[in-house]
């Protein structure tokens, strides 16, 4: 027991002892079902996405079916209806999501400034600020929303809804776009300074073309949010301006029964974003998080 | 630029006031961002309280009067607004901690070297970018539907039949859908904590024998933390607002099971018209919110100070 021998019999004892050939192939063994597992849990979680967009390419009598028909002939007739159903929804929402997005970029890029590369004396209690209005819920303000909007005659208008998507997606918008300045290196403005270029021309040419890539990633963040409410939208909007949720609503019971046309209708809606999404991917987590995490 | 000296009088007025001056250039670049979400954000709050301490009926403009805190009493008294509230604490704490659980195993697993992780990555987060209302219709109809259910046909070798998820669990419905909606947001925030740690410190905790649960425990636990807080209080503050997916499948029902707060009082402003109580609902909303965002600011600005993120020039 005690006396030390110099060949063990291979593989006899614990995993520490294992010679390092059969240790490697254990790991690998392990890796290659964890590396499974992750497949498996990430398909479930994508699976809902992916019969979605599915069922939108079934005739109709190939949708609710038991078992389900995984295996069909695709038409895209569904989605040529819904896209036609659809236009004028897809319409409004592109233009107050667009018109929201660069309001917010326009309003956000200077206050970014502001309290960052040239900090006002309070630029910490304005910061802040910004970020607390974001966490008081819609549902606080909607009666007032709603009543101001009727009074103005702005309901089931277009720019009801740029105004109050642009005022959700500012404070993401100052944060998110405060966190890429601050990584503008000191060393480029100073030069630039000494160099006698001018505010504007500092702005212009030096801090723009740096940020660039950040202000693409803050516009996306805030095109998916504002593409995606709901809230507002269904209790300001009726028709004149009612965006993409809205025309989702009908079919919340009357149409249940037409999955194909449903989940056609459904995937053009989450299209535009899921294209988004997807492409600002690596700064997704800085939108979400409005600067905090990188 | 002129260099001023310390102490003499009216040179450190001068310099006092040219500081002044150079802090309101500064601050003009702030204000139309400012100006514009007080006036869109701020006014309206202060109207709902306003409202609140009024008896208002849209179906009734005549008979507006000043109530005090009547509307109070009558939500606290009422047996649904409680229902609502406990609904509202159930499904927002369930669907953000399951979400925060499975989300910080997807991010262990995509943390490792995964074939195809960066298609895993994409695929993760679409669930989170599918508009909610859309997951909504899916989930109610092609997933969850009694006759053609896709869940039924799988749960059916368990002995499952035509099982009427929305109607006889709209509870778990509900938080299912949310928590799937959600668990993408947390991945994204606990992989970017993952990827954030140390890898030298890591690798010298390997080499001094440390073994990968002692590993996961003691290093990456603790760093973990405060981007867990941070999913929690966010994701928190996101899910409490929760209307769409109640909206869409359930309408806050059977009876009241799935009414949140935010349901309740959209039926009590838009289908009973009175404003004055839904006000009231409001702003306990708000006071609830103020609470959760105050931990929020807190884990926020503890991130913050830690990057050192200071301001410059």
Redesign the interface.
């Known amino acids: 027991m005690s006396a030390p021998t110099l060949t063990r019999p291979r593989g006899a004892t614990g995993a520490g002892r294992l010679p390092v050939r059969m240790r490697l192939q254990r790991r690998t063994l392990t890796?290659g079902l964890?590396?499974l597992?992750?497949?498996l849990?990430?398909?479930l979680?994508?699976f809902?996405?992916l019969?979605?967009a599915l069922?939108g390419f079934k005739q109709e009598p190939d949708?609710?079916?038991?078992?389900?028909r995984f295996v069909f002939h695709p038409t895209m007739a569904q989605y040529q209806s819904a896209l036609s159903k659809a236009g004028p929804f897809l319409t409004h929402s592109a233009i107050i999501t667009i018109a929201s997005t660069a309001l917010v970029l326009a309003?956000?890029l200077?206050?970014a400034?502001?309290?960052?590369?040239?900090?006002?004396?309070k630029?910490r209690d304005?910061l802040?600020?910004?970020?607390?209005?974001?966490?008081?819920?819609?549902?606080?303000?909607?009666?007032?929303?709603?009543?101001?909007a009727r009074s103005l005659h702005l309901l089931d208008t277009l720019p009801v809804l740029i105004?109050?998507y642009?005022?959700l997606n500012?404070?993401i918008a100052?944060w998110m776009l405060r966190?890429f300045l601050?990584e503008v290196p000191?060393a480029i403005?100073e030069a630039a300074h000494v160099d006698g270029a001018s505010f504007f021309r500092q702005l212009r040419s030096v801090v723009l073309p740096l940020i660039t890539p950040g202000m693409a990633a803050t516009a996306l963040i805030c095109f998916?949010f504002a593409?995606?409410e709901?809230?507002l939208a269904?209790?300001l909007t009726t028709t004149n301006a009612a965006t993409?949720?809205v025309y989702?609503?009908g079919?919340?019971s009357g149409e249940?029964q037409f999955?194909a046309h449903?989940?056609a209708?459904?995937?053009l809606?989450?299209l535009p974003?899921?294209i988004?999404?997807?492409a600002a991917?690596d700064k997704?987590?800085r939108g979400?998080?409005?600067g905090?995490?990188? | 630029m002129a260099v001023i000296a310390e102490g003499a009088g009216p040179a450190a007025a001068l310099a006092r006031a040219r500081s002044r001056q150079r802090n309101r250039i500064r601050r003009l670049p702030l204000l139309p961002a400012l100006l514009f979400t007080i006036v869109v954000t701020q006014i309206p709050f202060v109207l709902t309280i306003y409202y609140s301490l009024q008896s208002y009926n849209f179906n009734y403009p005549l008979l507006r009067h000043f109530a005090g805190l009547h509307n109070y009493t009558l939500i606290f008294s009422d047996a649904i607004f409680r229902t609502a509230l406990v609904n509202t604490v159930v499904l927002t704490l369930v669907p953000v901690l399951a979400s925060l659980l499975l989300g910080l195993g997807i991010a262990l697993l995509l943390d490792r070297k995964v074939f195809g992780r960066g298609l895993l990555r994409t695929l993760i987060v679409s669930p989170f970018l599918v508009m909610p209302a859309a997951a909504a219709l899916v989930w109610k109809f092609t997933l969850l539907d009694a006759e053609f259910g896709l869940l039924n046909w799988v749960l059916r070798p368990f002995g499952v039949h035509h099982t009427d998820w929305v109607n006889n669990h709209s509870k778990e419905t509900i938080i299912t859908v949310l928590t799937w909606q959600w668990t993408p947001f947390m991945v994204l925030i606990l992989l970017a904590g993952l990827q954030s740690q140390p890898g030298d410190v890591l690798e010298a905790a390997r080499v001094d024998g440390a073994g990968p649960w002692q590993i996961f425990r003691r290093m990456t636990l603790p760093h973990l933390r405060q981007y867990m807080e941070l999913g929690i209080v966010l994701g928190a503050i996101y899910v409490v607002q929760a209307f769409d997916a109640i909206f869409m499948i359930t309408s806050g029902g059977p009876g009241q099971q799935t009414t949140n707060v935010p349901y309740y009082l959209f039926e009590a402003a838009f289908r009973a018209f009175d404003i004055g109580r839904a006000s009231a609902m409001g702003v306990v909303v708000v006071a609830a919110t103020i609470i959760i965002a105050t931990f929020a600011l807190r884990t926020i600005s503890g991130l913050f100070s830690e990057q050192g993120m200071e301001g410059r020039l």
């Open positions: 890796g964890l590396g597992l992750a497949w849990v990430v398909l979680f994508f809902p996405v019969w979605m069922t949708a609710a079916t038991t078992p389900p309003l956000a200077p206050a400034y502001a309290l960052s590369i040239a900090p006002v004396r630029w304005a802040f600020f910004f970020i607390s209005t974001k966490m008081l819920p819609v549902a606080g303000a909607i009666i007032p929303l709603y009543v101001i105004i109050l642009t005022s500012l404070p100052v966190s601050l000191v403005l998916i593409w995606n709901f809230f269904v209790n993409v949720p989702l609503v079919f919340q249940g999955w449903l989940c209708g459904a995937t809606a989450c974003v899921l988004a999404g997807w991917q997704l987590v979400l998080t409005m905090a995490v990188k």
